[in-house]
């Protein structure tokens, strides 16, 4: 059974930094996209960016751009996000999720339950 | 940027109603345009990929229709375990987008 387990998150102070993993089980982890999407309390979802397959395309939305960085180790099946100069912002939990493709491409067919990230003096 | 607007956001609907909840894109994503499901406290589950292409153990009362920019997910004969948000999504361009969502509460 295909599953997303994250971890990693917690109370930061702003401008600190952070980094979220997302372990994979029950599927060739090296053959998908992933993705990080996050919603912050009481809101809606909102995509925070993606990496290929074999980790060689990476795209950020524009918030997140040049402090957030997506990585993966396929030889680990885990995804993770480095998340640098947090803001009050930032604050959400953060989710992890497949495509069903090498990239972007797709709905995000499974999730993890998210690791909540409080970004807070 | 591709904005995705869905409406309503709120919904209060009787069992066995149908609902529609329409989301539109501010320029088209072709067939590009799936919808998802939250329930309270739980992970977004996939219900409709490509406009109208049913995920794996969907419940036949979800359909999805639409092209280009404008997008419909039909709940036919509601049932009380359907109250949850409802999310549009795009996947034509990057940044990828979520619509802001539509609540389904069940009278």
């Known amino acids: 059974q295909a599953q997303l387990v994250e971890s990693g998150g917690g109370v930061v102070q702003p401008g600190r930094s952070l980094r979220l993993s997302c372990s994979a089980s029950g599927f060739v982890f090296s053959s998908y996209g992933m993705h990080w999407v996050r919603q912050a309390p009481g809101k809606g979802l909102e995509w925070v960016a993606v990496i290929s397959f074999d980790g060689s395309k990476t795209y950020y939305e524009d918030s997140v751009a040049g402090r957030f960085t997506i990585s993966r180790d396929n030889s680990k099946n885990t995804l993770y996000l480095q998340m640098n100069s947090l803001r009050p912002e930032d604050t959400a939990l953060y989710s992890c999720a497949r495509v069903p493709a090498t990239y972007a491409g797709d709905g995000f067919d499974i999730w993890g339950q998210g690791t909540m990230v409080t970004v807070s003096t | 940027e591709i904005v995705l607007t869905q409406s309503p956001d709120f919904q209060s609907v009787t069992p066995k109603e149908t609902v529609t909840i329409t989301c539109r894109a501010s320029?088209?994503?072709?067939?590009?345009l799936h919808w998802y499901q939250q329930k309270p406290n739980q992970s977004p589950k996939l219900l409709i990929r490509?406009?109208?292409q049913p995920f794996s153990g969907v419940p036949s009362r979800f359909t999805g229709s639409g092209s280009g920019a404008d997008f419909t997910l039909t709940i036919n004969s509601l049932e009380p375990e359907d109250a949850a948000t409802y999310y549009c999504?795009?996947?034509?361009?990057?940044?990828?987008?979520f619509g802001g969502g539509t609540k389904v509460e069940i009278k």
């Open positions: 999504h795009q996947s034509s361009s990057l940044p990828l987008t």
């Open positions: 490509y406009v109208s």
């Open positions: 320029q088209s994503v072709g067939g590009n």
